[in-house]
C-alpha cells in the first residue's frame, strides 16, 4: 500500500461546477495535510492546509479530513479554468526512526472544461 | 520579500559526473528540504535540514548528500549520476523544524542526465 494515494486522473470537470479531489493515507500517526497546486513546468503552491477533523474553508476552495477514515479531500467550488493543473496531496509522516518526511500522492490532474 | 531561490535553473549533465544545486530559503526561514520530482509523479522527499543539522532523509542512496550552512542556505549533491537522476529537484523552507508547517516551495533545478 502506498502511504498517500490519489487518482492520477486526468478528472475534467465543467467551467462553474465543483471539482472533487480526494487522497487517502497508510499512517494513522499523520496529524498533518497539505494541498497543493502544481501548474505544468512550475513548482508547487500551497492552496490548504488541515489539521483537524471536518471541514476548512477558503474562498472557493474546501479541504475535508477524516482521520478515522484516513482520508482528506479537497472540493473547488465555482471551477474556472485557471484551476486547471495538478493537484498534489501532501502527508507528514512520522518514519520509524522517529523523523519526519513530507509524503506526496502522485498528484491528479484536473482540466476545467469552459 | 525574496521567495526560495534555486540554481541554477537548468542543468545538463552526463552519467557518471557529479553536480551541486543551491537553495536559498526565504529570509528567516531556518529549515530547508529537498526534493526529487520525476516527470509525473509527486515530489519525493530527500533531506530535510535545520540550524545546520540534518533532521530526516528519504529513501535516497548514498550518492545523495546536502549540508546547510550558517545563513541557512543549502546544497545537496548528487555525485556519480545515473540517467534516473534525471528529475525536477525542488527546494523548500520553512519557519520551523517540523514538516508540520506548510513548506514554500523554490522553482526548482531540471537536472537532465545524458
Known amino acids: 500500500q502506498k502511504e498517500v494515494e490519489q487518482n492520477s486522473g486526468p478528472l475534467s470537470v465543467p467551467e462553474g461546477a465543483i471539482a472533487s479531489l480526494n487522497c487517502t493515507y497508510s499512517?494513522?500517526?499523520?496529524?498533518?495535510f497539505f494541498w497543493y497546486r502544481q501548474y505544468s513546468g512550475k513548482s508547487p503552491e500551497l492552496i490548504m492546509s488541515?489539521?483537524?477533523?471536518g471541514d476548512k474553508e477558503d474562498g472557493r476552495f474546501t479541504a475535508q479530513l477524516n482521520k478515522a477514515s484516513q482520508y482528506v479531500s479537497l472540493l473547488i467550488r465555482d471551477s474556472q479554468p485557471s484551476d486547471s493543473a495538478t493537484y498534489l496531496c501532501?502527508?507528514?509522516?512520522?518514519?520509524?526512526?522517529?523523523?519526519?518526511?513530507?509524503?506526496f500522492g502522485t498528484g491528479t490532474r484536473l482540466t476545467i472544461i469552459p | 520579500d525574496a521567495g526560495v531561490t534555486q540554481s541554477p535553473t537548468h542543468l545538463i549533465k552526463t552519467r557518471g559526473q557529479q553536480v551541486t544545486l543551491r537553495c536559498s530559503p526565504i529570509?528567516?526561514?531556518?529549515?530547508v528540504s529537498w526534493y526529487q520530482q520525476v516527470l509525473g509523479q509527486g515530489p519525493q522527499f530527500i533531506f530535510q535540514?535545520?540550524?545546520?543539522?540534518?533532521?530526516g532523509r528519504g529513501n535516497f542512496p548514498d550518492r545523495f548528500s546536502a549540508r546547510q550552512f550558517p545563513n541557512y542556505s543549502s546544497e545537496l549533491n548528487v555525485n556519480a549520476l545515473l540517467l534516473g537522476d534525471s528529475a525536477l529537484y525542488l527546494c523548500?523552507?520553512?519557519?520551523?523544524?517540523?514538516?508540520?508547517?506548510?513548506?514554500?516551495f523554490g522553482d526548482g533545478t531540471r537536472l537532465s542526465i545524458l
Open positions: 488541515i489539521y483537524s477533523n
Open positions: 535540514y535545520y540550524e545546520k543539522e540534518e533532521r
Open positions: 501532501a502527508v507528514n509522516i512520522i518514519t520509524n526512526f522517529g523523523n519526519e518526511k513530507l509524503t
Open positions: 499512517d494513522r500517526g499523520s496529524q498533518s
Open positions: 523548500a523552507s520553512s519557519l520551523v523544524d517540523s514538516l508540520n508547517q506548510p513548506q514554500h
Open positions: 529570509s528567516g526561514h531556518k529549515s
